[in-house]
């Protein structure tokens, strides 16, 4: 193994774990941070080191083995965003509002205070509520309410109108 791999076949194995562990890392958490620099930093020095310790040619397999492994882990990754464990995560937001509610006709809103209603989308604290066949954008005392649960009005301040 020496003689096609170099003297430091163990670092560089050790490194190129390294730097895909930190890469898998990074695929986890959101934006691009630090262990996606390291992670690529430490793949990018084993494909030197093999230039220097061994032949150019082990340099350019084991590049190309790495790249292969890094187009099947963003296949994997990309794979799971779309239905597998990272799509189940409680950290992605699935939910979208998918109807825009209607403007407050002219008149008093005042008349809503104490009606009942069902949310249309989850109220994260604003959303939108069916009051009486109506929709109506409306903003939660609570922080999150569930889609389909019911609320009732409790304050209406202008066009701000507040469901508990």
Known sequence: MVAVFGALWLPCLI???LGLALLIIELMLPGFGVSGIMGILCLLAVIVIEFLTASA???YIVAAVLVAILILMLVLFMRSIKGGLLFRSPIV???QIEAEAVKPSSG???CLIGKKGTAVTPLRPSGIVTIEGKRYSVESQATFVDRDAEVTVVAVDGTKITVA
Do not use: N, Q, V
Request: charged letters at 25%; aromatic letters at 0%.
């Open 57 to 59: 040619t082990t340099a």
């Open 15 to 17: 490194l190129c774990l």
């Open 108 to 110: 008093s809103l005042e």
């Open 93 to 95: 937001l699935k939910d």
